[in-house]
DNA sequence: GTCTATATGGTGATAGAC
DNA sequence: GTCTATCACCATATAGAC
């Protein structure tokens, strides 16, 4: 399927848009080069111009934009110090759920395909570090937020594993076709998790 | 790696485990009848005469048996209507995530291996009509306590995915030789839920 | 930058001996 | 019930024309 006007070149993203899609739809190793070149109207020899590293290229590539668009979102909110912790929190989450439920098959992609990272070890130590310090925003604010006598006594960690489950879970189930809108969905959720740590005064 | 006592002959359980310790290492399709085969000390083709319809078929049996556990556990809670709708809740949640976290491998399955279930379609249907009843279980429990006046008017599908994501997410991340046991997981992660419903009095 | 054609390697499944 | 041997197929990646 043409993603462009008719006839118009593909750039690297529109590779990556696509692949993510059909990732979604058949995951890592059920998808083959010539359905990603499909969905652009491409050849399969054809990616490699683009890719020469080939299928590892596009996932590692479709992982790592991914990862720094959520990052990008929220880690803008968790250095906004003018925000109350309370409002950091509400404001992170509901960033995040957003980027997720506006990129479905990315998010889908960084949950499923992850662990389909296997070659270039250095590679993938890097994006592991990453999708790590992307954690740690999450344990920062929630850890501000106890500091400050507002959150309850939570574990951090696990709470934060909480919270990211629900949150990746977002881009497994979300459809944008569905009862709700993105926008609902996340602040439902962003008001859930509020709920389990503010002390109610 | 042979799991049984040396040179006993391995039954269907034996070889759904293997298979499921390698679909988390590997996912289902970096899987080879052979990796499946060595983990009980058989060769690839001894398979086939456990499960003649080969790799789908232990996929499908792996989750088959996997869901049935898991909603063995939580199904006998809901039915038990001597407890409160916060009692049931806190303890069908701890049920659960202790049923993931006392099998990873196999809870892995159920959040990454749902997907390869292309081939028959009926046996497909079937499995996701058990996923959806056990999550209609969930659902039944919140409203129960909404009704009952103990939980907030929470949006009972939202709240329901959000439990989900998070407990599915254990099966994920959870390593039984880690900081916290399961039972520390399973009663944080109670907790941080049933704050997030309960009316504070 | 995209195509076609093909080399190459690998894997699910089968057949038949033991 | 498990083995060995092998078939048949499929998908990644490459080479070179356009």
Chains 1, 2 share one sequence.
């Not at 111009?49 to 880690?75: C, N, S, W, Y």
């Not at 070659?119 to 500091?147: C, K, P, T």
């Amino acid at each position: 399927m043409a993603r462009k006007p008719a006839d118009q070149a593909v750039n690297r993203h529109d590779i990556l848009i696509a692949a993510a899609n059909v990732f979604r739809r058949k995951g890592y190793h059920g998808t083959k080069m010539a359905d990603i070149a499909a969905e652009v109207d491409l050849t399969a020899g054809s990616l490699y111009h683009h890719f020469p590293d080939g299928k590892q290229q596009i996932l590692r590539e479709v992982l790592t934009d991914g990862l720094a668009m959520v990052t990008a979102e929220v880690q803008a909110i968790v250095e906004d110090n003018t925000l109350t912790p309370d409002e950091k929190f509400r404001k992170a989450v509901y960033a995040h759920i957003m980027a997720l439920a506006q990129n479905v098959s990315v998010a889908a992609a960084l949950v499923f395909e992850t662990r389909n990272l296997l070659e270039d070890q250095s590679a993938r130590d890097s994006y592991l570090q990453r999708r790590d310090s992307f954690e740690q925003l999450y344990r920062q604010v929630i850890h501000e937020g106890i500091e400050a006598g507002v959150f309850r006594h939570v574990d951090v960690p696990i709470f934060t594993k909480a919270l990211l489950g629900s949150n990746n879970w977002v881009g497994v189930w979300f459809r944008p076709t569905g009862r709700l809108s993105g926008e609902e969905v996340a602040m439902e959720i962003a008001d859930v998790f509020l709920n389990a740590v503010l002390i109610k005064t």
